[in-house]
């Protein structure tokens, strides 16, 4: 495969709106120790992005500043030490940032192999929902079979990642969407329960299937109580954003009596190895959930790499159902 000097990719020119992605043509990089790099086919949109494009989520040192935390593709070039990788395999990979390119550098052992049968718009969408929900659901909360399960933003890419995943696991999954179609499409997913919740209370709800064991949340604020009160005892809450902010009054007292577990984190700062740890573990438990067709990536739209910023236009739309990918290569 040849590679050229330069490509064409998405900057953001400054902290801002949909409108500060522009398309830029700058040096394709080339791949380190231990580092692969890829051709980009599709890249994944993710809400990081659109934090790291409004200035709130800075990518961490060394990582490209280009948009872009996953993407799928052919290895076009492999640094020295990677076995495991041959120029031409299909793959889909965790980035640390830059998948808004036609090329992208990334460890090689954050790469896994698109799954046989799967197309690679639809591996695109795999990755970053993957890692971070086997992460925070099974090795951080450690979601068990049979135990009641809440996940919050159903429709969301985590959402629709963590329902199959979870019910594929064997548990009782309940989630929260903000329409009937949304949640419509939560218990087609496997959800046992989807509350609308503009319209109903998911406290009540949970409390009277006994309480949630786990609950993986993304909006933070006045859930935070509510998800206390939502837990079974000993239950955990995990905390992997905070949509509608991240201060709120609590009271601790309840997670005493209760014995609850509060815990979060975010993927991207992590190191190399504990992402290559989640890579093997999503390699290990969720490709074969795939093989046998207990999950598929839910697809919303397909947007042009030129038009990144529809893209995020959509992303930060109440109106998405499950993910939304970039065309790159094709
Ligand atoms: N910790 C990590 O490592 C990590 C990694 C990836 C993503 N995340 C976070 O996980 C969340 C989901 O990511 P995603 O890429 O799957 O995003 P997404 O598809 O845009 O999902 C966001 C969802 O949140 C729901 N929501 C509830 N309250 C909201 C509010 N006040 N404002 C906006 N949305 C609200 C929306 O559904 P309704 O219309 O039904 O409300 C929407 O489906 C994001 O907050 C993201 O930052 C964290």
Redesign the pocket.
């Known amino acids: 495969m040849t590679v050229p000097d330069t490509m064409q990719a998405i900057e953001i020119t400054e902290p801002g709106g949909p409108e500060v992605l522009t398309l830029t043509k700058v040096p394709v990089p080339l791949p380190g120790h231990g580092q692969i790099l890829i051709r980009v086919a599709y890249a994944g949109v ?3 992005d659109a ?1 790291q494009r409004a200035g709130s989520y800075a990518p961490p040192a060394n990582a490209s500043p280009l948009p872009g935390l996953e993407a799928s593709g052919r290895v076009a070039a492999i640094g020295p030490g990677v076995t495991r990788w041959a120029v031409g395999d299909a793959v889909c990979a965790l980035l640390p940032g830059g998948g808004y390119a036609e090329y992208v550098l990334t460890a090689a052992d954050h790469v896994l192999p698109v799954p046989e049968g799967m197309s690679l718009d639809q591996a695109a969408c795999l990755p ?2 993957c890692f ?1 929900v086997w992460s925070n659901m099974v090795m951080r909360g450690g979601l068990k079979a049979g135990e009641r399960f809440l996940v919050h ?1 159903g ?5 629709t990642t963590a329902i199959q995943i979870a019910r594929a696991f064997g548990a009782r999954v309940f989630t929260t ?2 329409s009937d179609e ?1 949640c419509a499409v939560c218990t087609g997913l496997g959800a046992e329960i989807a509350v609308n919740y503009k319209e109903a209370d998911f406290v009540k709800l949970v409390t009277d299937e006994g309480g949630a064991d786990l609950i993986l949340d ?2 933070g604020g006045s859930y935070l109580p509510r998800n206390i009160r939502s837990l079974a005892d000993d239950g955990r809450l995990v905390q ?2 905070f ?2 902010g991240p201060k709120v009054e609590l009271n601790f007292a309840e997670m005493m009596v209760r014995r609850l577990t509060i815990t979060g ?4 700062p992590q190191s190399d190895l504990a992402k290559a740890r989640i890579a093997a573990e999503v390699e290990r438990h969720v490709w074969p959930m795939i093989a046998r067709g207990a999950m598929r990536p839910v697809m919303d739209s397909e947007f042009p790499l030129a038009d990144a910023a529809a893209a995020h236009r959509q ?1 930060e739309s ?1 109106g ?1 159902i499950g993910k939304i990918v970039l065309k790159v290569g094709g």
């Open positions: 993710n809400r990081p934090l970053e929902t971070t933003g429709t969301s890419g985590i959402g969407a903000g949304k993304m909006v992997i954003a949509l509608t984190s975010t993927l991207r992303i109440p998405h």
